[in-house]
């Protein structure tokens, strides 16, 4: 089916996206319509989810109460959507809390649909997303820079296609609560906020200059609160300037705490982050030399709903980031193409029994075996190790953490022993889907042990809740002692995980 007639099919659906950030939850409902976003509603409340942190970098329970209260009024919004067009991510407290998984489980029952956090750059490539998505389809390059609560986001882009995606660990409520602690203000403290940013911005300066852009674009509540009170105080009739900025630096100083501060134009919800956020935006501009600036409305969550449309109209950009890994780590491409197909039939004869008929049991099996060997680029021995590596920490664009977190616990199961202490990391309700799924890659891996295009075409599959029978035609599995080897192994693994694997030969009639 073509893009068109996808989007056809499936105009009028309701979408929703949710962005659980540092400072603040968002959430937008659309619908689709001729191929189109149409927004509906809007929705944001702070939560400041960063300052419930503790020393042991762990999430309060007063502030994981505040972050699901505000997901339940939410999830009255999205109760009537399909959970397949409901998107939420969390980003960069819940890429730091070390009981962030709590959390999350508690998020996925209230909303009964995935909910996973998301890494820095994707964090930033959705983020660019959004933005390109408000703007003009103009030519000319773009920076584009988000000031969030935890982290800020930086982007080299044209068009809608994204060159430079970069994340620091520089946010509004982070540096509030280090540098303005109590609420309180003073003109050192300020600049000390101001030289830490910029430090920060330093390390992705050079990267940036050396893409080079034409126009420079504001993509967050910081930066929208910056431009408010500048027009509020006649400094600036749209946009921010760094001179503009430097007049609300002397406004905010005037007062010696933020219950003093009085800035035309500036929110009370807004006042507690005004200050660091003003500072993090100075100091992005006085280090990259920006004068000027354009805000936009586009941001996160308006970028993983023009994600989800793009997985369903064109090329879903997580093939693209499988197909770039394994150019780079140069994968066999005919051997993981076998693979990849062999364990495609497999999934069609057990999805129904096996109750893996969810899209992203197919789609990680699929990427499971593209790169299955990429982990060879490193050394052959143990190479199962190095792909999970790989896969685990490298930034793969359209990937949520949890996506690479199964991709790679399958990689590492693939041969050998299975690796539990992989699976104990996903969500417990994923963990026996998971298990099974890494037994099909395994046979689709033993299957396709002599690298060519061996006939399979005889071979059937039979499944149920139990397990796999694999037939074979007579004299098939003797004409391949070790595969036939390597398949009684398999019986063996099976076993112990608790499923049944039959190899036999079918007798002639």
Same mark, same amino acid.
């Given at each position: 089916m073509n893009p068109q007639a996808r989007s056809d099919q499936n105009s009028g659906q309701l979408m929703a996206a949710i962005d659980m950030g540092s400072n603040s939850f968002h959430m937008?409902?659309?619908r689709l319509e001729g191929g189109e976003v149409r927004l509906v509603r809007k929705l944001g409340e702070k939560v400041t989810l960063a300052s419930g942190l503790n020393d042991c970098v762990s999430l309060s329970d007063e502030a994981i109460e505040r972050g699901l209260a505000c997901l339940r009024r939410f999830a009255q919004l999205t109760a009537n959507v399909d959970p397949a067009w409901v998107r939420c991510v969390g980003t960069s407290t819940l890429r730091r809390?070390?009981?962030?998984e709590s959390f999350l489980v508690q998020a996925r029952e209230i909303l009964n649909c995935p909910v996973e956090v998301v890494a820095g750059r994707e964090e930033a490539r959705l983020i660019y997303l959004g933005v390109s998505h408000s703007l003009p389809d103009t030519d000319g390059r773009r920076l584009v820079f988000d000031v969030g609560g935890g982290s800020t986001e930086f982007i080299i882009g044209e068009r809608f296609n994204p060159l430079l995606t970069e994340s620091r660990h520089i946010g509004c409520v982070e540096f509030r609560d280090s540098f303005f602690a109590g609420g309180k203000l003073s003109a050192r403290a300020f600049q000390r906020a101001v030289t830490a940013a910029r430090r920060e911005v330093a390390s992705v300066e050079v990267a940036a200059r050396?893409?080079?852009?034409?126009?420079?674009?504001?993509a967050s509540g910081s930066v929208r609160a910056v431009e408010k009170t500048a027009i509020a105080c006649g400094y600036v009739s749209q946009g921010v300037t760094l001179e503009a900025m430097y007049k609300l630096r002397e406004r905010v100083l005037l007062a010696r705490t933020f219950a003093e501060m009085e800035i035309p134009g500036l929110k009370e919800d807004?006042?507690?982050v005004f200050p660091s956020g003003l500072a993090i935006i100075i100091a992005v501009c006085e280090q990259l030399k920006i004068e000027s600036l354009q805000t936009t409305d586009g941001a996160l969550r308006e970028g993983l709903l023009y994600d989800m449309l793009g997985r369903l109209a064109t090329e879903d950009v997580r093939e693209r980031s499988i197909r770039a890994m394994m150019g780079r780590y140069s994968v066999d491409v005919a051997q993981a193409n076998r693979v990849q197909a062999l364990a495609m039939v497999l999934l069609d004869r057990v999805a129904k029994p096996w109750c893996l008929e969810s899209d992203e049991w197919r789609e990680c099996l699929g990427w499971a075996a593209l790169t299955h060997e990429v982990g060879l680029i490193v050394s052959h021995s143990g190479y199962h190790k190095h792909g999970a590596y790989l896969l685990t920490h490298t930034d793969l664009a359209g990937f949520t953490r949890q996506?690479?977190?199964?991709?790679?616990s399958l990689v590492i199961s693939h041969r050998r022993k299975m690796r539990v202490s992989?699976?104990?990391? /996903?969500?417990?309700?994923? =963990?026996?889907?998971?298990?099974?799924?890494a037994l099909l890659l395994r046979l689709a891996v033993v299957l396709n042990h002599s690298r060519c295009d061996a006939n399979l075409s005889e071979l059937q599959v039979m499944a149920?809740?139990?397990?796999?029978?694999?037939s074979f035609p007579e004299g098939w599995l003797s004409e391949r002692p070790l595969t036939e080897a390597d398949l009684q192994e398999e019986v063996q693994v099976w076993k112990q995980?608790?499923?049944? /694997?039959?190899?036999?030969? =079918?007798?002639p009639s």
């Open positions: 937008v409902l659309a809390a070390k009981n962030a050396a893409l080079g852009w034409s126009r420079v674009f504001g807004r006042r507690s996506e690479q977190l199964i991709v790679a992989y699976f104990d990391a /996903l969500p417990s309700a994923d =963990r026996p889907a998971c298990v099974r799924v149920d809740a139990d397990g796999v029978s694999l995980f608790g499923g049944v /694997l039959n190899i036999f030969e =079918r007798v």
